[in-house]
Every structure is written in structure tokens, then in C-alpha cells.
Nanobody, 115 residues
Framework: QVQLVESGGGLVQAGGSLRLSCAASGSSLGINVMGWYRQAPGKQRELVATITLGGSTNYAGSVKGRFGISRDNAKNTVYLQMNSLKLEDTAVYYC?????????WGQGTLVTVSS
């Protein structure tokens, strides 16, 4: 059983920054990929960024150069540093853990970017 606890969402002005955190707990976390996805009102959930246990990253084109994903394997925690936030970044951000066929989602944290 793997559980995810997210934190760090909130309200920020356009151009500002936020950092999201997601801590994984449970037995046999193993070799996994963790990442962030987001879902804006009326839209489908989309990839933001992923990071492997070894540190390889993948980003959506819309956030490249503005967002940075990192992880602390000792703490089983993944971070998403979001800079130069835009109005269109407003969404619920979800953490995802994947190991083999196992997929676990966090509860989501709301990020609201205001003008």
C-alpha cells in the first residue's frame, strides 16, 4: 500500500512562484516514477512533469523552462518548483506514483494564479 500526501498549493499572482511537495509512504516503494499532473476546470487531466528514481525528467512543453521537478529519495518526496506562473497554470495539481502496474494518485492540491 502506497499513500501520497501533497502540500504547497495556494493563491499566487501571475509571475510568482510556488513549490509543491508530495511525500510517499508505504512498503516496497521500490523502483518508481513520480510525477505531477494537473486538471483545469472543464479540461482533461494532463501531464506536467515526471521524474524517475534515477533523476531523469520529462516536462510538458507548456511548463518547460518555468517548472522544475526534483526528488529526495531519502525522504521519498517529490517537489515541483513552479516559477513565472501564468493564469493558465490554474488547476488542481495531482501527484502520481507508479511502480510496475501499480498507480497511486494523491488527493490533489489547488493552485490558483491571479492577475
Amino acid at each position: 500500500q502506497v499513500q501520497l500526501v501533497e502540500s504547497g498549493g495556494g493563491l499566487v499572482q501571475a509571475g510568482g512562484s510556488l513549490r509543491l511537495s508530495c511525500a510517499a509512504s508505504g512498503s516496497s516503494l521500490g523502483i518508481n516514477v513520480m510525477g505531477w499532473y494537473r486538471q483545469a476546470p472543464g479540461k482533461q487531466r494532463e501531464l506536467v512533469a515526471t521524474i524517475t528514481l534515477g533523476g531523469s525528467t520529462n516536462y510538458a512543453g507548456s511548463v518547460k523552462g518555468r517548472f522544475g521537478i526534483s526528488r529526495d529519495n531519502a525522504k521519498n518526496t517529490v517537489y515541483l518548483q513552479m516559477n513565472s506562473l501564468k493564469l493558465e497554470d490554474t488547476a488542481v495539481y495531482y501527484c502520481r506514483f507508479a511502480r510496475g502496474s501499480l498507480e497511486v494518485w494523491g488527493q490533489g492540491t489547488l493552485v490558483t494564479v491571479s492577475s
